[in-house]
């Protein structure tokens, strides 16, 4: 089992619409939680971070975290062309170093 | 603020030399900064974590002797491709972190990234 993984996607939804992407991961004492964006070609850049159970929003974004499921998502409303990227979910091991483990991303394509 | 600066943005190089990228912290000082590698469409792979006046701990199946890590001051880590060679061609990106437990708000912040070519 893949220590985070998320569904490769292309996730395909149409302007406007809101796009859920999904993530799971496998170390229960993971403690905080990110998305972050990635153009291609480009590094990737923090979208949201999570750490406590339930819902945090911020502008057209929100993220959503279970630790009992160790499930985290990321819901992007009004999805606007600008968002096609691949999205990386990435949780920190709860090791001295706070490593970052990243999933194989989701690509999200949204058509005009 | 936490702006990590990577240099340079690409380079190409012949088979057989080595490659310096450098990867500085402008506005913080990491004690800690990591060194990823992304092939097309991948995800990124944590090769290495380097720390501020000790050896880097490196991940397992990544050749410590090929990619030489050095991380002297707190505000500067850098990776040497050794002898590289058209499979090293990737994009290698650093990112550090911020001090303290702002990483568990914050995250972690990425440098621009450099892509290698090897011909």
């Known amino acids: 089992q893949k220590e985070v993984e998320q569904n490769s996607g292309p996730l395909s939804v149409p302007e406007g619409a809101i796009a859920s992407l999904n993530c799971t991961y496998s170390?229960?004492?993971?403690?905080?939680f990110f998305w972050y964006r990635q153009y291609s070609g480009k590094s990737p850049e923090l979208i949201m971070s999570i750490y406590s159970n339930g819902d945090k929003e911020d502008g057209r974004f929100t993220a959503q975290l279970n630790k009992a499921s160790q499930y985290v998502s990321l819901l992007i409303r009004d999805s606007q062309p600008s968002d096609s990227a691949t999205y990386l979910c990435?949780?920190?091991?709860?090791?001295?170093?706070?490593?970052?483990?990243f999933g194989t991303g989701t690509r999200l394509l949204v058509s005009p | 603020g936490a702006v990590v600066s990577q240099h340079p943005s690409w380079v190409i190089c012949k088979s057989g030399t080595s490659v310096k990228i450098e990867c500085r912290s402008l506005?913080?000082?990491?004690?800690?900064m990591f060194w990823y590698r992304q092939f097309p469409k991948q995800s990124l792979m944590l090769m290495a974590t380097?720390?501020?006046?000790?050896?880097?701990?490196?991940e397992q199946g990544v050749e410590k002797d090929k990619f030489l890590i050095n991380h002297a001051s707190l505000t500067l880590s850098t990776l040497t491709v050794t002898s590289a060679h058209p499979e090293d061609s990737s994009f290698y990106i650093c990112?550090?972190?911020?001090?303290?437990?702002?990483?568990?708000?914050?995250?972690?912040?990425f440098g621009s990234g450099t892509r290698l070519t090897v011909v």
């Open positions: 990112s550090a972190s911020p001090p303290g437990g702002a990483v568990l708000n914050y995250g972690y912040t």
């Open positions: 506005d913080f000082q990491a004690t800690t």
């Open positions: 380097s720390n501020e006046g000790s050896k880097a701990t490196y």
């Open positions: 170390d229960r004492g993971s403690q905080s």
């Open positions: 990435a949780v920190n091991q709860n090791t001295g170093f706070q490593k970052l483990v």
